[in-house]
């Protein structure tokens, strides 16, 4: 089973700076990884698929790069509403597995 | 416009049986595998299963064989989740999600509440 570990669990961060989540499979997972957001009260929603590719309607300030093992998400301009929890998931064996998260603060 | 809607939030006791539903629409409904999500109030998210409701392949996450059936009737485009036997620590949100290129589409979420 592929162990999913994402860093920090905690970031704290500035309107208008840059945030980059980090994301490690305990084996590679090639480019089959997504990332999501959760705002408190609601679903998760689709950021990222294939590791770098933006999901419908997602903003251009959020992309996704890596392979293999290594993962990261980048928020280049920090907006309001980015400020949630943001999930890392690997979808190329199974049983596919979620990160614990990374919570996104204002700092 | 692609929708999975979920039914509404369970209040059971433990040892009871529930079976709570996700209807798809605005796809093609046997096409794509649907997948069912826990979170525990406060936690993160836990892969539970998927279902390929074209021809009922079913796959579980290890946590959870033998503790939940995933099943589907794909005449009305509807997945379903249910427990034999509830327990407190059933007690959670629970979202079905269709799996496109990652979960591309998300149910609003059922919630279960297990409580004597």
């Known amino acids: 089973e592929i162990v999913m570990t994402q860093s920090p669990a905690t970031l704290s961060v500035s309107p208008g700076e840059r945030a980059t989540l980090s994301c490690r499979a305990s084996?590679?997972?090639?480019?089959?990884l997504a990332w999501y957001q959760q705002k408190p009260g609601q679903a998760p929603r689709l950021l990222i698929y294939g590791a770098s590719t933006r999901a419908t309607g997602i903003p251009a300030r959020f992309s996704g790069s890596g392979s293999g093992t290594e993962f990261t998400l980048t928020i280049s301009s920090l907006q309001s509403e980015d400020f949630a929890v943001y999930y890392c998931?690997?979808?190329?064996?199974?049983?596919?597995?979620f990160g614990q998260g990374t919570k996104l603060e204002i700092k | 416009e692609v929708q999975l809607v979920q039914s509404g939030a369970e209040v059971k006791k433990p040892g009871e049986s529930l079976k709570i539903s996700c209807k798809g629409s605005g796809y093609s409904f046997t096409s794509y595998w649907i997948g069912w999500v826990r979170q525990m109030p406060g936690k993160g998210l836990e892969w539970m299963g998927i279902?390929?409701?074209?021809?009922?392949?079913?796959r579980y996450s290890p946590s959870f064989q033998g503790q939940v059936t995933i099943s589907a009737d794909k005449s009305i485009s509807t997945a379903y989740l249910q427990w034999s036997s509830l327990k407190a620590s059933d007690t959670a949100m629970y979202y079905c999600a269709r799996l496109g290129r990652g979960l591309d589409y998300w149910g609003q979420g059922t919630l279960v509440t297990v409580s004597s």
């Open positions: 084996q590679s997972v090639s480019s089959n």
């Open positions: 998931q690997q979808y190329n064996n199974w049983p596919y597995s």
């Open positions: 279902i390929y409701p074209g021809d009922s392949d079913t």
